[in-house]
């Protein structure tokens, strides 16, 4: 079977967040998934099989990090929609049936991919003890974002701030089901973006992702609501970087970028 890695929320390779996406006859054992999801050791492998028409969703998607199954995954969705798109395997905007509910992915006439996923409900709540220790920064506000996203959001001092982090991994494990969001607000918001954040989740294995799209469900109202517009753009910062146009429509967030295609090869087991 063929198997890609392709790079998603960017218009260039080796940047943005990279994703193993496989297209299946059917689902095999979970434990097969998780191998090759560990074997290609990227953020997330998303698996995808076609589903009969006429059901409420075309393709049933799931995504596997090196470490467990997750429950949303936008950089993996939006690889996926790529794959379906670039091969013609799929045509126009595709449904998607997952443990999130059906995402749809609907290509832009420029390229692009527009992913429609649930907002995640956001509660205040205090900080948690040692918490600012952990990250290396104190937060001006804590939320939690909900079981389908499962971080907790820390909006930080300004932007520096956000990228000068060298957390202690280890003890950020303890604050939350997935990890952390940081994030601040744009200090120059005409290079293009209007807030950033950074994404730490070593409860699932990852130290630091390239590039979240379910953490932008949460950043989307969050933003949208303090800078007064629906629709931004926000950098993650990590080492790969890359972009994310969100609109908050209420209880959906629209989350829409690019995808590259870097590898294409068979998978032999």
């Not at 063929?2 to 390779?13: G, N, Y």
């Not at 389908?148 to 300004?158: K, P, R, Y």
């Not at 957390?167 to 950033?196: N, Q």
């Amino acid at each position: 079977m063929r198997i890609r890695i392709v790079d998603a929320f960017t218009d260039r390779p080796f940047a943005g967040n990279p994703a193993g996406v496989l297209l299946l006859d059917a689902f095999p054992g979970d434990d097969w998934l998780q191998q090759v999801a560990m074997e290609v050791n990227h953020a997330e492998t998303a698996f995808a099989h076609r589903l009969p028409e006429g059901g409420e969703a075309d393709w049933a998607l799931r995504w596997f990090t090196p470490a467990a199954e997750v429950a949303m995954c936008g950089h993996a969705t939006l690889a996926t929609a790529h794959v379906l798109h670039s091969t013609g395997a799929h045509q126009g905007p595709v449904r998607f049936a997952t443990r999130s509910g059906v995402l749809i992915a609907t290509p832009g006439e420029d390229g692009s991919i527009t992913l429609d996923f649930p907002t995640a409900p956001l509660t205040p709540v205090e900080a948690p003890d040692g918490v600012a220790e952990a990250l290396g920064a104190e937060p001006r506000a804590v939320l939690d974002t909900g079981p389908n996203v499962g971080d907790l959001l820390l909006e930080l001092a300004d932007e520096k701030t956000v990228h000068a982090l060298a957390p202690d991994l280890k003890a950020l494990g303890a604050y939350s089901e997935r990890g952390i969001i940081a994030t601040a607000r744009a200090e120059d918001p005409s290079r293009g973006y209007d807030f950033v954040s950074r994404c730490f989740f070593p409860n699932i294995g990852i130290d630091e992702d390239p590039v979240t799209g379910s953490a932008h469900t949460a950043l989307a109202p969050y933003w949208s609501e303090r800078l007064g517009r629906p629709v931004l753009t926000g950098l993650q910062a990590s080492p790969r970087s890359g972009r994310v146009r969100t609109e908050q429509r209420g209880d959906r967030t629209l989350l829409s970028g690019h995808a590259v295609t870097v590898i294409e090869g068979d998978l032999l087991v």
